[in-house]
DNA sequence: AAATAAGGTTAGCGATCGCTAACTTTGCCG
DNA sequence: CGGCAAAGTTAGCGATCGCTAACCTTATTT
C-alpha cells in the first residue's frame, strides 16, 4: 500500500512541486545554484519563468525545500537504520549500504547538497546544517561501536571522508547500478576498517 | 634553489596574477562561480573590479587558467611518482600521500576543481577533461598493478571513489593537519585494498 | 449557468552582472 | 628631467537576473 518514502515525494500526490523540484535539482547540479535562471527552471518543465511563483515563494525556497528534504530523508533513514542494530558491524553495513541506494538513485540530489549549502538563506542553512550534524553523529555512533581503537575525531572525519567516497560517484557510469553499489559499500566498509 | 613548484607559482615571479587566482580560488570555493563577482575578487586584493582586466582577458579566464593549472600538477606529480615505480604498492601509497598532501594544502584548489567543471569554457574544458582523464589512467594503472583481481572499469570508478574520498575534507579540522593526513592516507589504502 | 480558485501567460521593474572606455597615477629608464 | 608603459581609477554600456503586476484560461463547485 505504502510506496517506499522517497525524499521531495513525502506520501501525498507528488504533482507539480515535486516535478519542479527535481527538474531545478538536475540543473542545479549541473550548472551551480546561480547558474540557473528561473525561466530554464520553468522551461525543464514546460512552463514559463514567472509560473513557478505559483508554486514557491522564491527561488531560494526551491534550493531550501529541496536541502532539507534531502537532509530529512538521511537523517530519518540513518536513525532508522541504526536503531535496529544488530551488532555494530552490520549496522555500520546497513548505513553505508543506504547511503549508497541513495546517491546512486538520486545522483542530482546528492550533488545539489554537497554544493550548493553556502548558497542557502541563513535561516535554511542553518537547519539542514543541524540535520546534517545529526547524521553525522549517528555515523560517528556507529563507526565508533563498530571499529576498535578510533577516537571521536577520526570518527567523524573518517564519516566526512566516506560521505565524499560516495557522494562523488554518482555519475560514474562504467559499472552496471549494482556492481557500482557493491564496489563502492565494499571500499566505504575497507575505508572504515582501515580507521583503527 | 629552486622553490617547490606548486600550483599556479611556476616558477618565475608570483606577483600578482597568483594573487588575484588565489583569492578567486577562495571565492569561487565558498560560493560557487556565478556567486562571485569581479568587483568581490578585486576588492579581496585590495583594488577595483575592473583592474582585473590588465591581468586577465576575462572572468573565464581565470577559472580556465586556475583549473588548467592544477590539473597540470596533479598530473605532473602523479607520472613522477608512477614512473618512479618500485613496487606496485609503493606507487599507490605514493600516489595516495601525493593526492592528500595536495588536497590538504590546496583546500579551496581541489574544491574548485571539485564543483566547478561545468561552468568553464568549451575549449577551456576539454583541455582540462584531457588533463584529469590522463591523471585518472595513471590510478587506474597503479590499481590495476598493486590490486589482484579488479577489472578496468573497477579501477576507473575506484579512483573517483578515492578522489571524493580525499577531496571531501579539505575544511575538516577535527584533526591536526598531519593527523588528518594520515587518517586519509589510511582510508584511502584501505578502500582500495578492498576494491579487489 | 455563475462563481471561484488554481495555474498559466506576457510585459516590464529595479538591481546586478561582466566588461569597455577614458582618464590618472606610479615607477623605471635613457 | 622627460617619456613611457604598467597598473590603477570612475563612469557607464548592454544584457541578464529575480520577481511583481495585470490579465487570461481552465476546471470544479454550487
Same mark, same amino acid.
Request: net charge neutral; charged share 20%; no cysteine.
Given at each position: 500500500m505504502s510506496t517506499t518514502p522517497t525524499p521531495l515525494t513525502n506520501g501525498e500526490k507528488a504533482s507539480r512541486r515535486e516535478q519542479i523540484l527535481a527538474a $531545478?535539482?538536475?540543473?542545479?547540479?549541473?550548472?551551480?545554484?546561480?547558474? =540557473?535562471g528561473i525561466d530554464d527552471i520553468g522551461a525543464a518543465v514546460g512552463i514559463s519563468g514567472p509560473a513557478l511563483y505559483r508554486h514557491f515563494r522564491s527561488k531560494d525556497a526551491m534550493l531550501g525545500e529541496m536541502l532539507g528534504s534531502i537532509s530529512r530523508f538521511l537523517l530519518d533513514g540513518g536513525t532508522a537504520r541504526a536503531a535496529e542494530a544488530e $551488532?555494530?558491524?552490520?549496522?555500520?553495513?546497513?548505513?553505508?549500504?543506504?547511503? =549508497?541506494?541513495?546517491?546512486?538513485?538520486?545522483?542530482?540530489?546528492?550533488?545539489? @547538497?554537497?554544493?550548493?549549502?553556502?548558497?542557502?538563506?541563513?535561516?535554511?542553512?542553518? @537547519? =539542514?546544517? $543541524?540535520?546534517q550534524?545529526?547524521?553525522?553523529?549517528?555515523?560517528?555512533? $556507529?563507526?565508533?561501536?563498530? =571499529?576498535?581503537?578510533?577516537?571521536?575525531a577520526e570518527a567523524r572525519s573518517a564519516a566526512h571522508a566516506v560521505f565524499g567516497l560516495i557522494n562523488s560517484t554518482p555519475y560514474n557510469r562504467y559499472l552496471g547500478e549494482g556492481d557500482l553499489a557493491d564496489l563502492l559499500s565494499r571500499l566505504?566498509?575497507?575505508?572504515?576498517?582501515a580507521a583503527g
Open positions: $531545478a535539482a538536475e540543473l542545479f547540479a549541473r550548472h551551480g545554484f546561480h547558474g =540557473v $551488532a555494530p558491524e552490520t549496522t555500520l553495513g546497513e548505513l553505508v549500504r543506504f547511503h =549508497v541506494d541513495f546517491a546512486l538513485s538520486h545522483p542530482s540530489l546528492i550533488t545539489v @547538497q554537497e554544493r550548493n549549502l553556502a548558497n542557502l538563506t541563513d535561516t535554511d542553512r542553518r @537547519q =539542514v546544517r $543541524a540535520l550534524r545529526r547524521y553525522v553523529e549517528v555515523w560517528v555512533g $556507529a563507526i565508533s561501536a563498530a =571499529v576498535p581503537g578510533v577516537g571521536e566505504a566498509l575497507g575505508a572504515l576498517r
